[in-house]
């Protein structure tokens, strides 16, 4: 299996950035498709960013200017750059990947912890 682990959330005031990282753990298998979703108190989780093996890329509209999502494949690891923080992107912000494990061809999705990210006003 593999585990997602994510680090960089914290406390920002507005028009501050943080940068998340999300890096998967073991060897032989390759994303497919890295994203970030987040999740505010009584909201439904949504999508933030995502990136395909072929560096395409896809933003929520609210954040379409102000995150920049990337990835480093030789470290597994998925970022997400957050400049120009609102109080509105407040939320636990999770990652995903979708993937395949070279061996034997099988396809894999994983769900990081989380981490929080609060805005102050």
């Known amino acids: 299996q593999v585990q997602l682990v994510e680090s960089g959330g914290g406390l920002v005031q507005a028009g501050g950035s943080l940068r998340l990282s999300c890096a998967a753990s073991?060897?032989?298998?390759?994303?497919?498709?890295g994203g970030w979703y987040r999740q505010a108190p009584g909201k439904q989780r949504e999508l933030v960013a995502a990136i395909t093996s072929g560096n395409h890329t896809n933003y929520a509209d609210s954040v379409k200017g102000r995150f920049t999502i990337s990835r480093d494949n030789a470290k597994n690891t998925v970022y997400l750059q957050m400049n120009s923080l609102k109080p509105e992107d407040t939320a636990v912000y999770y990652c995903?990947?979708?993937?395949?494990?070279?061996?034997?061809?099988?396809?894999?999705?994983?769900w990081g912890q989380g981490t929080q990210v609060t805005v102050s006003s």
């Open positions: 073991g060897s032989g298998f390759s994303i497919n498709i």
């Open positions: 995903n990947a979708q993937g395949i494990y070279s061996s034997s061809g099988r396809l894999f999705g994983s």
